[in-house]
């Protein structure tokens, strides 16, 4: 089973839509992460969460919402889906002395009509 | 500013050798990453440096140079398999809670 898991995989909704993407994590990392990635724009940074407590805004946070459920679990929400929010996200962890490494899930893919 | 430079494409022959440069301009430092990316999958790490040199792990090499503010990711021995996308990141002294991404090197390998 994957360190990092991420649900759903793929998901097509139309726009205004409500959308949660899901992350779980069996590492015992603090760190948490949501990235977008766009063809040409690279990774970008959406939130991040260092504890349950910790919650930040990345860099291109307007438009969603998170949430710490728990040391493993760490959702992403788009409140009203739109075509632009159509990309490829991950969901990363980090920890230790090293946390610059990052350790991904494999990606939801999703698509908004 | 903040900014990361590295090629766009790159072709290299199987079994060859394939360097991949990274520039960068952070106002703080506290180290360089590599992550390689195949298509349609997630990023793994590959390496790490945080001080000046050459860190070796297998096929792949990897050098950074503070002052220069460049780092290289060398390949050697070129497989198939090595055909993907290398990202170079920098992880910020003043704020390592991010790393700072590169765009991207798409490395393709010909038999």
């Known amino acids: 089973d994957a360190d990092v898991t991420q649900t759903p995989r793929n998901r097509i909704t139309k726009t205004g839509k409500r959308i949660m993407l899901e992350c779980s994590q069996t590492k015992g990392h603090d760190r948490m992460y949501w990235y977008r990635q766009d063809p040409g724009l690279g990774l970008r940074l959406i939130y991040y969460s260092f504890d349950v407590k910790d919650i930040n805004k990345g860099e291109i946070s307007d438009g969603y919402s998170v949430s710490r459920q728990a040391q493993a679990k760490f959702s992403l929400s788009l409140e009203s889906a739109i075509p632009n929010q159509t990309a490829l996200y991950f969901c990363a962890t980090s920890g230790g002395t090293n946390t610059g490494e990052l350790f991904f899930g494999e990606g939801s893919r999703l698509t908004v009509l | 500013g903040q900014n990361i430079d590295q090629p766009t494409e790159m072709t290299a022959t199987e079994g060859a050798i394939v360097q991949i440069n990274c520039t960068y301009q952070t106002s703080g430092f506290n180290g360089l990453f590599w992550y390689q990316q195949h298509a349609g999958e997630a990023p793994t790490f590959l390496s790490y440096?945080?001080l000046d040199g050459l860190e070796e792990k297998g096929r792949f090499s990897s050098f950074l140079s503070r002052s220069k503010g460049y780092s290289y990711l060398l390949l050697k021995e070129l497989q198939m398999k090595d055909s993907a996308s290398y990202l170079c990141?920098?992880?910020?002294?003043?704020?390592?809670?991010?790393?700072?991404w590169g765009l991207g090197t798409s490395l393709a390998v010909n038999p």
């Open positions: 990141a920098v992880g910020n002294a003043g704020n390592n809670r991010k790393l700072i």
């Open positions: 440096n945080v």
